[in-house]
């Protein structure tokens, strides 16, 4: 699996958009593999998604990075109520320094 990743991107709108432009030009993406899920509400996924740089308690600093066939590990958060979908990788911080739309998950 591919996914477009942005660093320090402030909420999922802005990364939809980014998402979208990286894709009308052709860009493939990063391979990555989901190493946990995490299931949210409707309102706590909008708290978190209005706001990607929040540090967030779900988030450790062993989240995230590159594994040795050059994936990128990330968390997969999940609105449980719209099934949009979320790629964290923290890359060692207690927030989502690097995030993704996962396919099958865009902003409804």
């Known amino acids: 699996m ?11 709108n802005e990364l939809q958009g980014l998402t979208d432009e990286a894709n009308k030009v052709g860009v493939q993406g990063q391979r990555y593999i989901v190493t946990r899920e995490v299931y949210l509400n409707d309102n706590e996924f909008r708290m978190f998604s209005n706001d990607l740089l929040n540090d ?48 099958g998950g865009e902003v409804k």
């Open 2 to 12: 591919r996914a477009i990743f942005g660093r320090k991107i402030n909420n999922l």
């Open 56 to 103: 967030q308690d779900w988030i450790s600093s062993e989240d995230g990075g590159i594994n040795q066939n050059g994936e990128v590990c990330c968390i997969r958060v999940i609105n449980i109520d719209s099934d949009e979908r979320v790629l964290v990788n923290s890359e060692g911080y207690s927030y989502p320094r690097y995030t993704a739309v996962e396919k």
